[in-house]
């Protein structure tokens, strides 16, 4: 399985209190229907944005409400999720690194090529 990085990767080495220090935001998990979760108190994010939780996983916002930012998570185990948990935007949009490795697959949002699955 080839794994797609969202974050570029001066920013993976970085924590969510980093991240909730320089932008002066901080967000919470007020829901979850896994792979999505609903953040409430990050005014500024925006669409596209990569989320990084209080557990160093990652997430990105697919659409943005009045009152919430809707996150799609990039990981495959809804537990290391919870409702109160520290989210904070990172200012960097969704990066994808391309190769010819990716030329002609089939990529499924959290990163595993579907490709291989057909004959």
């Given at each position: 399985?080839?794994?797609v990085p969202l974050i570029?990767?001066?920013s993976a080495i970085h924590s969510v209190d980093y991240f909730i220090e320089k932008f002066h935001e901080i967000g919470f998990v007020e829901g979850i229907?896994?792979?999505?979760?609903l953040i409430r108190g990050l005014p500024s994010?925006?669409?596209g944005e990569v989320v990084l939780f209080e557990n160093n996983r990652s997430g990105f916002v697919l659409s943005l409400s009045r009152e919430?930012?809707?996150?799609l998570s990039i990981e495959r185990i809804s537990e290391q999720?919870?409702?109160g948990?520290?989210?904070a935007r990172t200012g960097e949009p969704v990066k994808v690194p391309l190769s010819?490795?990716?030329?002609g697959q089939v990529i499924l949002p959290m990163g595993a090529v579907l490709t291989h699955l057909f004959p």
């Open positions: 399985m080839i794994k570029h990767d001066d229907e896994f792979p999505i979760l994010v925006r669409v919430h930012a809707v996150v999720f919870f409702i948990m520290r989210a010819l490795d990716y030329l």
